[in-house]
């Protein structure tokens, strides 16, 4: 299933690296290999089913899978392609969650860099905090705003993440979609 899922974006010869890099993250993230080739292989589909539907569904619309929670973002030009990804989204085997948090308007190539840089920053900072285990997250910016997804340790570990993208200029807004780790 892995495998499938990566021999479509990346080609047969780059499968093999993919599967393998995969794998090696696979043992630090809480997700089993068997959820992370599921929410690779959902968001594949979607990305293909919203190329299907037309190119400013594909380019427009930002997509976070994470234990089967779709996460859609971005800047979208109307009421209808916001809907149409929804409903898109909602048609692929194994999505438990749509979280809609598209929102209509434009974003100029400034404010699409400033959300870019804001993503790298924050997907730095994470990384380099030995107290936040940042495989466990997935972020996107758009229009200042940062949406988090994934699996914190803890409160703790949560507070810090969004406590690192406070301090970045230009965060308007923090929205968590994380969930706290179960504890067994």
């Known amino acids: 299933l892995l495998a499938v899922a990566t021999s479509q974006v990346v080609g047969c010869a780059g499968s093999a690296i993919s599967v393998g ?51 859609l973002t971005g800047a979208v030009t109307s009421a209808q392609i916001r809907a149409d990804a929804v409903g898109i989204a909602w048609k692929i085997a194994n999505v438990k969650a749509v979280l809609n948090e598209m929102h209509i308007g434009l974003s100029t190539i400034t404010d699409t860099a400033r959300d870019a840089f804001i993503t790298a920053q924050l997907s730095s900072r994470i990384t380099l905090d030995k107290e936040i285990m940042a495989i466990n997250y997935s972020l996107e910016t758009v229009a200042g705003t940062v949406y988090l997804i994934g699996i914190a340790q803890n409160t703790v570990e949560l507070e810090k993440v969004i406590a690192h993208a406070r301090t970045l200029n230009y965060v308007r807004k923090i929205i968590s979609h994380v969930r706290i780790k179960d504890i067994k």
């Open 21 to 71: 890099a995969l794998s090696g993250l696979a043992a630090y993230e809480e997700r089993s290999i068997k959820i992370i080739a599921r929410d690779t292989k959902i968001a594949l589909q979607l990305r293909a089913a919203l190329l299907n539907k037309s190119q400013k569904h594909f380019i427009q619309i930002g997509i976070e899978v994470f234990e089967g929670r779709v996460l």
